[in-house]
Protein backbone atom coordinates (compact mmCIF):
# COMPACT_ATOMS: atom_id res chain seq x y z
CA UNK A 1 0.00 0.00 0.00
CA UNK A 2 1.06 3.48 -0.58
CA UNK A 3 -0.40 6.24 -0.43
CA UNK A 4 0.59 9.88 -2.56
CA UNK A 5 -1.64 13.06 -3.72
CA UNK A 6 -1.73 12.92 -7.13
CA UNK A 7 -2.79 15.53 -9.89
CA UNK A 8 -5.69 15.14 -11.88
CA UNK A 9 -4.77 15.67 -15.78
CA UNK A 10 -8.22 14.95 -17.12
CA UNK A 11 -11.88 13.28 -16.68
CA UNK A 12 -13.71 12.42 -19.79
CA UNK A 13 -17.07 10.77 -20.33
CA UNK A 14 -16.38 8.15 -23.03
CA UNK A 15 -19.68 5.91 -22.87
CA UNK A 16 -23.15 6.00 -21.10
CA UNK A 17 -22.46 6.46 -17.42
CA UNK A 18 -18.44 5.36 -18.17
CA UNK A 19 -15.91 7.82 -17.21
CA UNK A 20 -12.31 7.75 -17.69
CA UNK A 21 -9.71 10.21 -15.46
CA UNK A 22 -5.94 10.09 -15.93
CA UNK A 23 -3.42 10.90 -13.07
CA UNK A 24 0.06 11.80 -12.38
CA UNK A 25 1.95 10.34 -9.41
CA UNK A 26 3.58 7.54 -8.00
CA UNK A 27 2.80 4.77 -10.31
CA UNK A 28 5.89 2.70 -8.95
CA UNK A 29 4.78 -0.91 -7.89
CA UNK A 30 1.28 -1.21 -9.24
CA UNK A 31 0.54 -4.24 -11.29
CA UNK A 32 -2.24 -5.25 -13.26
CA UNK A 33 -5.11 -6.22 -11.52
CA UNK A 34 -4.95 -4.28 -8.88
CA UNK A 35 -7.08 -1.54 -7.81
CA UNK A 36 -6.94 2.15 -5.98
CA UNK A 37 -8.88 3.68 -3.03
CA UNK A 38 -9.74 7.63 -3.64
CA UNK A 39 -10.53 10.07 -1.21
CA UNK A 40 -14.03 11.77 -2.21
CA UNK A 41 -14.99 15.12 -0.69
CA UNK A 42 -17.99 14.45 1.18
CA UNK A 43 -17.79 11.07 1.61
CA UNK A 44 -16.27 8.85 4.72
CA UNK A 45 -14.82 6.12 3.11
CA UNK A 46 -12.80 6.01 -0.15
CA UNK A 47 -14.07 4.84 -3.55
CA UNK A 48 -12.36 1.11 -4.69
CA UNK A 49 -11.39 1.89 -8.65
CA UNK A 50 -9.60 -1.31 -10.43
CA UNK A 51 -6.12 -0.02 -12.21
CA UNK A 52 -7.37 0.30 -16.42
CA UNK A 53 -3.65 1.54 -17.78
CA UNK A 54 -0.50 2.38 -16.36
CA UNK A 55 1.69 4.46 -18.82
CA UNK A 56 4.73 6.46 -17.66
CA UNK A 57 3.52 8.10 -14.64
CA UNK A 58 0.02 8.39 -15.58
CA UNK A 59 -2.45 6.45 -14.45
CA UNK A 60 -5.98 5.93 -16.02
CA UNK A 61 -9.08 4.85 -14.14
CA UNK A 62 -12.04 3.77 -15.85
CA UNK A 63 -15.34 4.03 -13.41
CA UNK A 64 -19.01 4.23 -13.70
CA UNK A 65 -21.25 6.58 -12.09
CA UNK A 66 -23.17 4.23 -9.69
CA UNK A 67 -23.61 6.38 -7.06
CA UNK A 68 -22.84 9.73 -5.19
CA UNK A 69 -19.54 9.32 -4.96
CA UNK A 70 -18.53 8.19 -8.21
CA UNK A 71 -20.93 11.39 -9.82
CA UNK A 72 -18.92 13.83 -7.68
CA UNK A 73 -15.82 11.89 -9.18
CA UNK A 74 -17.52 12.61 -12.75
CA UNK A 75 -17.09 16.56 -11.79
CA UNK A 76 -13.39 16.57 -11.00
CA UNK A 77 -12.06 19.14 -12.85
CA UNK A 78 -8.21 18.88 -14.37
CA UNK A 79 -5.53 20.42 -12.16
CA UNK A 80 -7.32 19.18 -8.66
CA UNK A 81 -5.62 16.93 -6.24
CA UNK A 82 -6.42 13.53 -5.58
CA UNK A 83 -5.96 11.37 -2.30
CA UNK A 84 -4.81 7.71 -3.67
CA UNK A 85 -3.72 4.74 -1.93
CA UNK A 86 -2.01 2.10 -4.21
CA UNK A 87 -0.74 -1.05 -5.11
CA UNK A 88 -3.73 -2.40 -3.30
CA UNK A 89 -4.71 -6.25 -3.78
CA UNK A 90 -3.40 -9.12 -5.08
CA UNK A 91 -3.30 -8.43 -9.14
CA UNK A 92 -3.48 -11.17 -12.18
CA UNK A 93 -0.73 -13.86 -12.10
CA UNK A 94 0.58 -13.43 -15.86
CA UNK A 95 3.14 -16.89 -15.39
CA UNK A 96 -0.03 -18.85 -15.54
CA UNK A 97 -0.56 -17.62 -19.13
CA UNK A 98 0.31 -19.56 -22.13
CA UNK A 99 1.21 -18.21 -25.57
CA UNK A 100 -2.42 -18.11 -26.41
CA UNK A 101 -4.95 -15.74 -23.67
CA UNK A 102 -8.10 -15.63 -23.29
CA UNK A 103 -9.53 -12.05 -21.79
CA UNK A 104 -13.33 -11.80 -20.87
CA UNK A 105 -14.52 -8.69 -19.94
CA UNK A 106 -18.23 -7.39 -18.58
CA UNK A 107 -19.19 -3.47 -18.39
CA UNK A 108 -17.10 -1.78 -16.42
CA UNK A 109 -15.39 -5.33 -15.49
CA UNK A 110 -13.45 -4.52 -18.85
CA UNK A 111 -10.71 -1.89 -17.74
CA UNK A 112 -8.62 -3.95 -15.40
CA UNK A 113 -8.19 -6.01 -18.69
CA UNK A 114 -6.75 -3.25 -20.72
CA UNK A 115 -3.56 -2.72 -18.55
CA UNK A 116 -3.34 -6.64 -18.57
CA UNK A 117 -3.52 -7.22 -21.94
CA UNK A 118 -0.72 -3.85 -22.71
CA UNK A 119 1.11 -6.46 -20.50
CA UNK A 120 0.65 -9.78 -21.86
CA UNK A 121 1.50 -8.27 -25.63
CA UNK A 122 4.38 -6.87 -24.25
CA UNK A 123 5.55 -10.46 -23.07
CA UNK A 124 4.83 -11.45 -26.53
CA UNK A 125 1.20 -13.45 -26.05
CA UNK A 126 -1.46 -13.67 -28.33
CA UNK A 127 -4.68 -12.21 -26.78
CA UNK A 128 -7.65 -12.59 -27.72
CA UNK A 129 -10.55 -10.12 -25.83
CA UNK A 130 -14.31 -10.69 -25.38
CA UNK A 131 -16.30 -8.10 -23.70
CA UNK A 132 -20.16 -7.42 -23.05
CA UNK A 133 -22.09 -4.46 -22.72
CA UNK A 134 -26.03 -4.34 -22.39
CA UNK A 135 -26.28 -1.55 -25.63
CA UNK A 136 -24.17 0.21 -27.80
CA UNK A 137 -24.32 3.36 -25.96
CA UNK A 138 -22.42 1.55 -23.08
CA UNK A 139 -19.43 0.26 -25.29
CA UNK A 140 -16.13 1.09 -24.63
CA UNK A 141 -12.56 0.26 -24.72
CA UNK A 142 -12.48 -1.89 -28.63
CA UNK A 143 -9.93 0.26 -30.13
CA UNK A 144 -7.53 0.23 -26.78
CA UNK A 145 -7.63 -3.68 -27.71
CA UNK A 146 -7.09 -3.39 -31.32
CA UNK A 147 -4.16 -1.15 -30.71
CA UNK A 148 -2.52 -3.35 -28.32
CA UNK A 149 -2.86 -5.77 -31.24
CA UNK A 150 -5.30 -7.87 -29.64
CA UNK A 151 -7.95 -9.77 -31.16
CA UNK A 152 -11.55 -8.27 -29.96
CA UNK A 153 -15.44 -9.41 -29.93
CA UNK A 154 -17.62 -6.51 -28.59
CA UNK A 155 -21.48 -8.57 -28.01
CA UNK A 156 -24.35 -6.25 -27.19
CA UNK A 157 -26.99 -7.80 -25.17
CA UNK A 158 -29.75 -5.77 -27.46
CA UNK A 159 -27.61 -6.64 -30.36
CA UNK A 160 -27.11 -2.65 -30.60
CA UNK A 161 -23.38 -3.16 -31.83
CA UNK A 162 -21.30 -6.15 -32.62
CA UNK A 163 -22.46 -9.80 -32.42
CA UNK A 164 -25.76 -9.92 -30.55
CA UNK A 165 -25.83 -11.52 -27.39
CA UNK A 166 -23.45 -12.33 -24.13
CA UNK A 167 -20.14 -12.88 -24.15
CA UNK A 168 -20.59 -16.80 -23.51
CA UNK A 169 -22.17 -17.14 -26.69
CA UNK A 170 -18.84 -16.58 -28.03
CA UNK A 171 -17.03 -18.67 -26.28
CA UNK A 172 -15.81 -22.12 -27.56
CA UNK A 173 -15.32 -24.88 -24.98
CA UNK A 174 -11.83 -25.41 -25.93
CA UNK A 175 -10.72 -21.85 -24.71
CA UNK A 176 -7.51 -21.37 -23.51
CA UNK A 177 -6.44 -20.07 -20.22
CA UNK A 178 -8.32 -17.17 -19.25
CA UNK A 179 -8.61 -13.65 -17.11
CA UNK A 180 -12.04 -12.41 -16.08
CA UNK A 181 -13.76 -9.55 -14.64
CA UNK A 182 -17.34 -8.55 -14.72
CA UNK A 183 -20.44 -9.33 -13.35
CA UNK A 184 -21.61 -12.19 -11.09
CA UNK A 185 -23.91 -13.76 -13.63
CA UNK A 186 -21.22 -13.18 -16.21
CA UNK A 187 -18.74 -15.46 -14.37
CA UNK A 188 -20.43 -18.17 -13.24
CA UNK A 189 -21.57 -18.20 -17.14
CA UNK A 190 -17.98 -18.63 -18.00
CA UNK A 191 -17.21 -21.30 -15.30
CA UNK A 192 -20.47 -23.63 -17.16
CA UNK A 193 -19.14 -22.88 -20.50
CA UNK A 194 -14.97 -22.98 -20.34
CA UNK A 195 -14.50 -23.97 -17.23
CA UNK A 196 -12.49 -23.29 -13.96
CA UNK A 197 -9.15 -22.86 -15.94
CA UNK A 198 -7.96 -18.92 -15.11
CA UNK A 199 -8.31 -16.89 -12.83
CA UNK A 200 -11.00 -13.80 -12.02
CA UNK A 201 -11.31 -10.41 -10.09
CA UNK A 202 -14.22 -10.00 -7.51
CA UNK A 203 -16.07 -7.03 -6.96
CA UNK A 204 -17.40 -6.32 -3.07
CA UNK A 205 -18.05 -3.54 -0.85
CA UNK A 206 -15.27 -2.47 1.23
CA UNK A 207 -14.51 -0.59 4.28
CA UNK A 208 -10.44 0.40 4.13
CA UNK A 209 -9.48 -1.74 1.42
CA UNK A 210 -6.12 -2.23 3.05
CA UNK A 211 -7.01 -6.07 4.70
CA UNK A 212 -8.01 -4.42 8.30
CA UNK A 213 -11.68 -4.39 8.88
CA UNK A 214 -12.42 -7.88 6.78
CA UNK A 215 -15.87 -6.27 5.61
CA UNK A 216 -15.21 -7.57 1.97
CA UNK A 217 -14.58 -11.19 3.21
CA UNK A 218 -15.42 -14.10 0.57
CA UNK A 219 -15.83 -17.96 1.38
CA UNK A 220 -13.05 -19.77 -0.65
CA UNK A 221 -12.40 -23.21 -1.11
CA UNK A 222 -9.41 -22.35 0.91
CA UNK A 223 -11.03 -20.53 3.70
CA UNK A 224 -11.91 -16.90 4.41
CA UNK A 225 -10.45 -14.76 2.17
CA UNK A 226 -10.61 -10.44 2.10
CA UNK A 227 -11.43 -8.86 -1.66
CA UNK A 228 -8.96 -6.36 -0.68
CA UNK A 229 -5.81 -8.33 0.51
CA UNK A 230 -5.88 -11.48 -1.40
CA UNK A 231 -7.70 -10.83 -4.08
CA UNK A 232 -9.59 -9.11 -6.18
CA UNK A 233 -7.80 -11.70 -8.45
CA UNK A 234 -8.65 -15.17 -7.61
CA UNK A 235 -7.70 -18.43 -9.36
CA UNK A 236 -11.29 -19.70 -10.21
CA UNK A 237 -11.00 -23.30 -9.04
CA UNK A 238 -10.67 -21.55 -5.45
CA UNK A 239 -13.97 -19.69 -5.80
CA UNK A 240 -17.20 -21.11 -4.53
CA UNK A 241 -19.51 -19.31 -7.24
CA UNK A 242 -22.58 -21.14 -6.75
CA UNK A 243 -22.44 -22.09 -10.13
CA UNK B 1 2.79 11.23 26.08
CA UNK B 2 3.04 8.90 28.48
CA UNK B 3 -0.36 7.83 29.90
CA UNK B 4 -1.40 4.90 31.94
CA UNK B 5 -3.66 2.33 32.21
CA UNK B 6 -3.75 0.58 35.53
CA UNK B 7 0.15 -0.18 35.96
CA UNK B 8 0.60 -0.37 32.40
CA UNK B 9 2.41 2.55 30.71
CA UNK B 10 1.44 3.43 27.17
CA UNK B 11 3.66 5.53 25.54
CA UNK B 12 1.00 7.57 24.04
CA UNK B 13 -2.58 7.59 24.49
CA UNK B 14 -3.12 6.72 20.58
CA UNK B 15 -4.36 2.94 20.05
CA UNK B 16 -6.26 1.78 17.09
CA UNK B 17 -9.23 0.06 17.68
CA UNK B 18 -10.71 -3.85 17.46
CA UNK B 19 -11.97 -4.70 14.30
CA UNK B 20 -9.67 -2.00 12.47
CA UNK B 21 -6.54 -3.02 12.29
CA UNK B 22 -6.96 -6.96 11.85
CA UNK B 23 -4.73 -8.38 13.80
CA UNK B 24 -2.23 -5.92 14.08
CA UNK B 25 0.74 -7.21 11.69
CA UNK B 26 -1.05 -6.24 8.33
CA UNK B 27 -0.49 -2.26 9.64
CA UNK B 28 3.56 -3.06 9.88
CA UNK B 29 2.94 -2.62 6.01
CA UNK B 30 2.62 1.18 6.26
CA UNK B 31 3.45 1.90 9.79
CA UNK B 32 6.09 1.17 12.41
CA UNK B 33 3.62 -0.36 14.60
CA UNK B 34 6.15 0.49 18.04
CA UNK B 35 4.87 4.04 17.81
CA UNK B 36 1.58 3.30 18.81
CA UNK B 37 0.60 3.38 22.70
CA UNK B 38 -0.90 -0.13 22.39
CA UNK B 39 -3.27 -2.20 19.85
CA UNK B 40 -6.11 -3.46 20.27
CA UNK B 41 -6.80 -6.89 18.16
CA UNK B 42 -9.47 -8.20 15.88
CA UNK B 43 -12.22 -9.76 18.89
CA UNK B 44 -11.53 -13.28 18.96
CA UNK B 45 -14.51 -15.74 20.03
CA UNK B 46 -13.84 -19.88 20.70
CA UNK B 47 -14.34 -21.28 17.34
CA UNK B 48 -13.56 -19.98 14.34
CA UNK B 49 -16.37 -17.64 12.24
CA UNK B 50 -17.17 -16.63 8.90
CA UNK B 51 -18.86 -13.98 9.84
CA UNK B 52 -21.83 -12.27 8.46
CA UNK B 53 -23.42 -12.35 4.68
CA UNK B 54 -22.43 -9.50 2.38
CA UNK B 55 -22.47 -6.59 2.46
CA UNK B 56 -20.91 -5.91 5.99
CA UNK B 57 -20.28 -2.48 5.00
CA UNK B 58 -22.63 1.08 4.26
CA UNK B 59 -21.49 4.53 4.22
CA UNK B 60 -23.03 6.57 6.21
CA UNK B 61 -22.14 10.47 3.67
CA UNK B 62 -19.44 12.14 4.95
CA UNK B 63 -19.68 11.75 8.47
CA UNK B 64 -19.17 7.57 9.01
CA UNK B 65 -20.13 3.97 8.08
CA UNK B 66 -21.66 1.07 9.33
CA UNK B 67 -20.51 -2.09 9.64
CA UNK B 68 -21.48 -5.75 10.26
CA UNK B 69 -18.89 -8.06 9.69
CA UNK B 70 -20.30 -10.01 12.25
CA UNK B 71 -17.20 -11.30 14.17
CA UNK B 72 -15.27 -13.32 11.62
CA UNK B 73 -12.18 -14.77 13.68
CA UNK B 74 -10.17 -17.68 13.02
CA UNK B 75 -10.34 -18.63 16.35
CA UNK B 76 -8.69 -18.61 19.55
CA UNK B 77 -6.77 -21.52 19.00
CA UNK B 78 -5.15 -19.83 15.70
CA UNK B 79 -5.46 -16.75 17.25
CA UNK B 80 -2.79 -17.54 20.23
CA UNK B 81 -0.58 -20.19 18.42
CA UNK B 82 -0.17 -17.44 15.35
CA UNK B 83 -1.47 -14.05 15.36
CA UNK B 84 -0.67 -12.61 18.96
CA UNK B 85 3.09 -14.48 18.31
CA UNK B 86 3.44 -13.06 14.90
CA UNK B 87 2.34 -9.07 16.56
CA UNK B 88 4.90 -10.26 19.55
CA UNK B 89 7.84 -10.57 17.15
CA UNK B 90 6.93 -6.97 15.06
CA UNK B 91 6.20 -5.11 18.48
CA UNK B 92 6.65 -4.62 22.19
CA UNK B 93 4.25 -2.67 23.21
CA UNK B 94 1.20 -3.66 24.86
CA UNK B 95 -1.46 -5.95 23.33
CA UNK B 96 -4.83 -5.43 24.10
CA UNK B 97 -6.72 -8.99 23.44
CA UNK B 98 -10.33 -8.33 22.25
CA UNK B 99 -12.52 -11.13 23.24
CA UNK B 100 -16.52 -12.22 22.09
CA UNK B 101 -18.57 -14.70 23.05
CA UNK B 102 -21.93 -16.49 23.05
CA UNK B 103 -22.18 -16.96 27.05
CA UNK B 104 -20.47 -16.88 30.18
CA UNK B 105 -18.50 -19.64 30.03
CA UNK B 106 -17.34 -19.06 26.53
CA UNK B 107 -15.89 -15.69 27.40
CA UNK B 108 -14.36 -17.10 30.45
CA UNK B 109 -12.36 -19.89 28.29
CA UNK B 110 -11.38 -17.58 25.57
CA UNK B 111 -9.81 -15.18 28.49
CA UNK B 112 -8.23 -18.40 30.09
CA UNK B 113 -6.91 -19.57 26.46
CA UNK B 114 -5.08 -16.26 25.50
CA UNK B 115 -4.02 -15.52 29.31
CA UNK B 116 -2.57 -18.98 29.53
CA UNK B 117 -0.98 -19.25 26.06
CA UNK B 118 0.21 -15.51 25.33
CA UNK B 119 1.66 -12.52 26.87
CA UNK B 120 -0.90 -10.09 25.50
CA UNK B 121 -1.34 -7.22 28.17
CA UNK B 122 -5.05 -6.60 28.33
CA UNK B 123 -8.13 -8.46 27.96
CA UNK B 124 -10.47 -6.13 26.19
CA UNK B 125 -13.90 -8.13 26.77
CA UNK B 126 -16.47 -7.31 24.26
CA UNK B 127 -19.91 -7.23 25.60
CA UNK B 128 -21.27 -4.76 23.35
CA UNK B 129 -21.50 -6.50 19.95
CA UNK B 130 -24.33 -5.44 17.79
CA UNK B 131 -23.45 -7.63 14.87
CA UNK B 132 -24.29 -11.08 16.10
CA UNK B 133 -27.52 -12.57 17.64
CA UNK B 134 -26.99 -12.83 21.15
CA UNK B 135 -23.56 -12.10 20.34
CA UNK B 136 -21.93 -10.16 23.43
CA UNK B 137 -24.34 -7.41 23.36
CA UNK B 138 -27.28 -8.96 25.13
CA UNK B 139 -25.05 -9.07 27.80
CA UNK B 140 -23.54 -5.52 27.90
CA UNK B 141 -27.33 -4.31 28.12
CA UNK B 142 -28.17 -5.71 31.63
CA UNK B 143 -26.34 -4.86 34.78
CA UNK B 144 -27.01 -7.87 35.82
CA UNK B 145 -24.94 -10.07 33.18
CA UNK B 146 -22.54 -7.58 32.44
CA UNK B 147 -21.91 -8.47 36.12
CA UNK B 148 -21.90 -11.97 35.40
CA UNK B 149 -19.41 -11.72 32.86
CA UNK B 150 -16.82 -9.58 34.30
CA UNK B 151 -16.79 -11.91 37.54
CA UNK B 152 -16.70 -15.02 35.70
CA UNK B 153 -13.92 -13.13 33.49
CA UNK B 154 -12.17 -12.37 35.93
CA UNK B 155 -11.92 -15.69 37.67
CA UNK B 156 -10.32 -17.15 34.77
CA UNK B 157 -7.66 -14.84 34.36
CA UNK B 158 -4.90 -12.73 35.98
CA UNK B 159 -4.44 -10.04 33.37
CA UNK B 160 -6.27 -6.75 33.51
CA UNK B 161 -9.83 -7.00 32.39
CA UNK B 162 -11.35 -3.91 30.61
CA UNK B 163 -14.90 -4.22 29.53
CA UNK B 164 -15.67 -3.06 26.14
CA UNK B 165 -19.57 -1.15 26.91
CA UNK B 166 -22.53 -0.41 24.53
CA UNK B 167 -23.82 2.59 24.01
CA UNK B 168 -26.98 1.47 22.93
CA UNK B 169 -28.70 0.94 26.55
CA UNK B 170 -30.64 3.91 27.82
CA UNK B 171 -28.41 4.30 31.32
CA UNK B 172 -24.53 3.45 30.33
CA UNK B 173 -23.55 4.44 33.84
CA UNK B 174 -25.10 1.45 35.39
CA UNK B 175 -23.54 -1.04 33.26
CA UNK B 176 -20.11 0.32 33.92
CA UNK B 177 -20.99 0.38 37.49
CA UNK B 178 -21.98 -3.39 37.32
CA UNK B 179 -18.74 -4.20 35.64
CA UNK B 180 -16.12 -2.28 38.08
CA UNK B 181 -18.26 -4.03 41.17
CA UNK B 182 -17.51 -7.37 39.64
CA UNK B 183 -14.13 -6.58 39.52
CA UNK B 184 -13.65 -4.62 36.20
CA UNK B 185 -10.09 -3.59 35.92
CA UNK B 186 -10.84 -0.89 33.52
CA UNK B 187 -13.49 0.33 30.42
CA UNK B 188 -13.64 0.84 27.00
CA UNK B 189 -16.49 3.09 25.42
CA UNK B 190 -18.12 3.09 23.61
CA UNK B 191 -18.88 0.17 20.91
CA UNK B 192 -20.61 0.99 17.69
CA UNK B 193 -24.27 2.51 17.62
CA UNK B 194 -26.92 0.67 16.21
CA UNK B 195 -28.04 2.09 12.78
CA UNK B 196 -29.30 1.27 9.62
CA UNK B 197 -29.33 2.21 5.74
CA UNK B 198 -31.82 1.71 3.16
CA UNK B 199 -31.09 1.84 -0.73
CA UNK B 200 -33.92 3.15 -1.92
CA UNK B 201 -33.81 2.06 -5.69
CA UNK B 202 -33.70 -1.34 -4.51
CA UNK B 203 -36.26 -0.77 -1.27
CA UNK B 204 -34.32 -2.89 1.20
CA UNK B 205 -31.36 -2.04 3.89
CA UNK B 206 -28.25 -1.84 2.41
CA UNK B 207 -26.75 -4.66 5.14
CA UNK B 208 -27.28 -8.17 4.50
CA UNK B 209 -27.53 -8.31 8.25
CA UNK B 210 -30.36 -5.36 8.33
CA UNK B 211 -28.61 -3.27 10.69
CA UNK B 212 -25.07 -2.48 11.65
CA UNK B 213 -22.64 -0.69 14.23
CA UNK B 214 -22.64 3.07 13.45
CA UNK B 215 -19.16 4.77 13.63
CA UNK B 216 -16.85 7.67 12.52
CA UNK B 217 -17.03 11.07 13.14
CA UNK B 218 -20.71 10.96 13.70
CA UNK B 219 -20.53 9.17 17.21
CA UNK B 220 -17.94 11.31 18.15
CA UNK B 221 -20.78 13.37 20.60
CA UNK B 222 -22.17 10.54 21.80
CA UNK B 223 -18.61 9.02 22.87
CA UNK B 224 -17.99 12.28 24.57
CA UNK B 225 -21.03 12.16 26.83
CA UNK B 226 -20.94 8.38 27.70
CA UNK B 227 -17.11 8.43 28.77
CA UNK B 228 -18.03 11.42 30.91
CA UNK B 229 -20.59 10.18 32.73
CA UNK B 230 -19.03 6.92 33.21
CA UNK B 231 -16.14 9.05 34.03
CA UNK B 232 -18.62 10.34 37.08
CA UNK B 233 -20.06 7.17 37.80
CA UNK B 234 -17.05 5.39 38.17
CA UNK B 235 -14.22 7.66 40.02
CA UNK B 236 -10.53 5.92 39.48
CA UNK B 237 -11.43 3.26 37.10
CA UNK B 238 -8.96 3.69 33.88
CA UNK B 239 -11.30 4.46 30.71
CA UNK B 240 -10.09 3.77 26.95
CA UNK B 241 -12.35 6.55 24.80
CA UNK B 242 -13.74 5.06 21.17
CA UNK B 243 -15.88 6.43 18.81
CA UNK B 244 -15.41 8.83 16.45
CA UNK B 245 -11.96 9.99 17.44
CA UNK B 246 -10.44 11.09 13.99
CA UNK B 247 -7.57 14.10 14.95
CA UNK B 248 -5.34 15.04 17.82
CA UNK B 249 -8.04 17.39 19.05
CA UNK B 250 -10.17 14.78 19.59
CA UNK B 251 -8.16 12.87 21.53
CA UNK B 252 -7.87 15.72 23.70
CA UNK B 253 -11.38 16.18 24.04
CA UNK B 254 -11.48 12.23 24.60
CA UNK B 255 -9.32 12.87 27.53
CA UNK B 256 -10.75 15.94 28.81
CA UNK B 257 -14.16 13.70 28.92
CA UNK B 258 -11.88 11.29 31.37
CA UNK B 259 -10.40 8.63 29.07
CA UNK B 260 -6.83 7.55 29.92
CA UNK B 261 -6.41 6.71 26.42
CA UNK B 262 -8.08 6.32 23.17
CA UNK B 263 -9.27 4.16 20.59
CA UNK B 264 -9.12 5.02 16.77
CA UNK B 265 -11.60 3.02 14.71
CA UNK B 266 -13.28 4.04 11.42
CA UNK B 267 -10.55 7.08 11.23
CA UNK B 268 -8.13 4.25 10.14
CA UNK B 269 -9.97 2.96 7.20
CA UNK B 270 -10.11 5.72 6.07
CA UNK B 271 -6.72 7.09 6.78
CA UNK B 272 -4.67 3.70 7.31
CA UNK B 273 -1.87 5.74 8.57
CA UNK B 274 -4.39 7.55 10.50
CA UNK B 275 -3.01 6.79 13.82
CA UNK B 276 0.57 7.58 12.79
CA UNK B 277 -0.59 11.02 11.80
CA UNK B 278 -2.41 11.66 15.57
CA UNK B 279 0.37 10.69 17.47
CA UNK B 280 2.94 13.03 15.14
CA UNK B 281 0.34 15.52 15.55
CA UNK B 282 -0.07 15.48 19.42
CA UNK B 283 3.12 17.48 20.38
CA UNK B 284 1.76 20.26 18.45
CA UNK B 285 -1.72 20.31 19.92
CA UNK B 286 -0.19 19.88 23.09
CA UNK B 287 1.91 22.84 23.24
CA UNK B 288 -0.51 24.75 21.72
CA UNK B 289 -3.47 24.13 24.54
CA UNK B 290 -0.77 24.12 27.07
CA UNK B 291 -0.92 20.52 28.36
CA UNK B 292 2.53 19.64 29.70
CA UNK B 293 1.35 16.00 30.27
CA UNK B 294 -1.45 14.78 29.02
CA UNK B 295 -2.08 12.60 32.55
CA UNK B 296 -3.07 16.26 33.70
CA UNK B 297 -6.22 16.65 31.26
CA UNK B 298 -7.96 13.49 32.16
CA UNK B 299 -11.60 14.31 33.09
CA UNK B 300 -10.38 17.74 33.65
CA UNK B 301 -14.13 18.77 32.93
CA UNK B 302 -15.31 16.74 35.60
CA UNK B 303 -13.69 19.67 38.48
CA UNK B 304 -15.79 22.23 37.54
Known sequence: ?????WHLLSNERIAER???????????????????????????????????????????LIYKTVGQ???????????????LL??????????????????????????????????????????HVVIGFNTKSEVFSEEMFLNLGCGVDVCTIDGSYGKHGVVTDVLKKSAPYYFACGPMPMLRAIVQTIGTNGQMSMEERMGCGVGICVGCSIETKN????VCKEGPVFDVECLMLNV | MKVRLKDIILKNPVIPASGTCGFGVEMSEWMDLNILGAISI????????????RPRIAECGATGMLNAVGLQNPGVEEVVRHEIPELRRLYDGPIIANVSGFSIEEYAY?????????????????????????GGMAFGTSPEAAAEVTGAVKAATRKPVFMKLSPNVTDITSIARACVDAGADGLCLINTVLGMRIDIRHRKPVLANRYGGYSGPGVLPIALRMVNQVSKACPGTPIIGCGGVSSEEDVIEMMMAGASAVEIGAAGLRNPKACQTIIEALPRAMKELKIEHLEDIIGIVNNE
Open chain 1, 86 to 127: TCLGNGYDMSKAEDEVLLIGGGVGVPPLIYLAKKLREGGKRV
Open chain 2, 110 to 134: VCERIDKETDATILEVNISCPNVHN
Open chain 1, 18 to 60: VWKMVLTGDVSGIVPGQFVELLVPGHYLRRPISVCDVDGDRLT
Open chain 1, 69 to 83: GTVIMSQMRPDEKLD
Open chain 1, 1 to 5: MKQNK
Open chain 2, 42 to 53: KGTTREARQGNA
Open chain 1, 223 to 226: GMKR
